[in-house]
């Protein structure tokens, strides 16, 4: 049986296994780090960590008494994308490309 800790995170006390909660203080270095010369990175980061702690109480409501695992971390940090994702240069994130180009001869009207 692995370890739980109650944890405040965005103000809201959180069960959860010892493991899962490293994870989840990882995520947030990696997010620290990232946004560290953004104006207004901790607002960003509060945003990121407020949606992840609202996360873990819907999934705390579908399974009282419960506890956050190392799996619901792992799928909300899939879900919200690892900091080197961001940026679109990680193998793994989806490419937005711009449809390209068609040309056309100008449409010309006669009066």
């Known amino acids: 049986m692995k370890k739980v800790i109650n944890i405040n995170f965005q103000g809201r006390v959180v069960p959860i296994e010892e493991g899962a909660y490293e994870t989840l203080k990882q995520y947030s270095e990696s997010l620290r780090r990232y946004f560290a010369g953004e ?7 509060n945003d990121i960590e407020n949606r992840i ?34 940026d679109g240069k990680h193998p793994s994130a989806p490419r ?16």
């Not at 971390?73 to 919200?80: D, G, Q």
């Not at 937005?96 to 009066?111: R, S, T």
Request: aromatic share 8%; glycine share 8%; charged share 35%.
């Open 39 to 45: 104006e207004g990175r901790e607002e960003i980061i």
């Open 53 to 86: 702690a609202e996360l873990f109480m819907e999934d705390l409501k579908k399974n009282p008494g419960g506890c956050i695992t190392d799996d619901v971390v792992e799928r909300i940090v899939a879900s919200m994308g690892r900091p080197e994702e961001f």
């Open 96 to 111: 937005h490309e711009a449809p390209p180009f068609i040309e056309q001869e100008p449409a010309i009207e006669e009066f």
